[in-house]
């Protein structure tokens, strides 16, 4: 069965990495671990790729995209203070939207799960973030490489009344985490979501880059770089509800 672009809709032929090949290269941290749920741990000696992508948006939008944030992340990923200006801090939201929807599709083939719908593709081509997400960036002490997605469901007991999608990443020393969420009834008007997560450090430890509450700049590093420990309760923070698929790549 043809496979289709998961942000424009085209028939999709282009290979995607999952993590972009320029991040790759830049150092390589041995083998990746792959842990799906209900599945044992696979060592891929090759990064993962999804078949989900055209042509046209691998060649066009999403390879600006890339060579936008080079210059922004790699500084980051060495652990230097940058400052970071809102068409910045916007321009990494927009990434860690596309790095959620490349893991979305390591789901399968036309998965019926799915958690972005073309809508949100098409819309992030034109450099629109979907409804109901945050992006986070933190700073963690020493040099990694492990990203994870899992879905969230959204209770209001004893109904679910929603869903959500989690990607945390880490790179070197660099930190990011976008959680998008999507209500079952889309509310008409402007409203907020409220989620519970395990208190921590969070203040200290993360800056939040979307939705952007002023036009200043942001300082990164925030205040107190995250421990590893740190990092996986951070990865797990959101976690709620039933388990529905939980990928770990390291
Ligand atoms: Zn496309």
Redesign the pocket.
Same mark, same amino acid.
Do not use: E, K, L
């Given at each position: 069965m043809a496979n289709n +672009?998961i942000? +424009?809709g085209?028939p999709a032929g282009s290979r995607e990495h999952i993590w972009p090949k320029w991040i790759l290269e830049r150092k390589n941290f041995g083998p990746f671990r792959l842990k799906r749920a209900g599945a044992p741990d696979l060592i891929l000696n090759t990064e993962l790729t999804t078949k989900a992508? +055209?042509h046209? +948006?691998n060649t066009g939008w999403m390879s600006k995209l890339e060579a936008a944030l080079k210059p922004i992340l790699e500084p980051m990923f060495e652990g230097k203070s940058v400052s970071l200006d809102i068409y910045q801090q916007q321009l990494i939201a927009l990434w860690m939207v596309k790095m959620a929807f490349v893991w979305d599709s390591t789901k399968g083939r036309n998965t019926d799960n799915a958690f972005f719908r073309n809508a949100d593709g098409i819309a992030l081509v034109q450099r629109i973030m979907p409804p109901f997400t945050a992006v986070w960036l933190g700073h963690i002490g020493r040099d990694y490489r492990s990203a994870d997605g899992h879905d969230i469901t959204l209770d209001e007991p004893p109904k679910r009344v929603g869903g959500g999608n989690v990607v945390t990443i880490v790179n070197e020393q660099f930190v990011a985490q976008i959680v998008s969420l999507r209500p079952d009834q889309m509310p008409t008007g402007p409203t907020a979501i409220q989620l519970d997560f395990p208190p921590g450090n969070w203040n200290n430890t993360l800056i939040r880059v979307w939705p952007q509450d002023n036009a200043n700049p942001i300082e990164w590093p925030p205040p107190a770089a995250l421990t590893i420990l740190d990092y996986l309760l951070l990865r797990d923070r959101w976690r709620t509800g039933d388990e529905t698929d939980h990928i770990i790549h390291l």
């Open positions: +672009c942000f +424009c085209n992508v +055209c046209g +948006c």
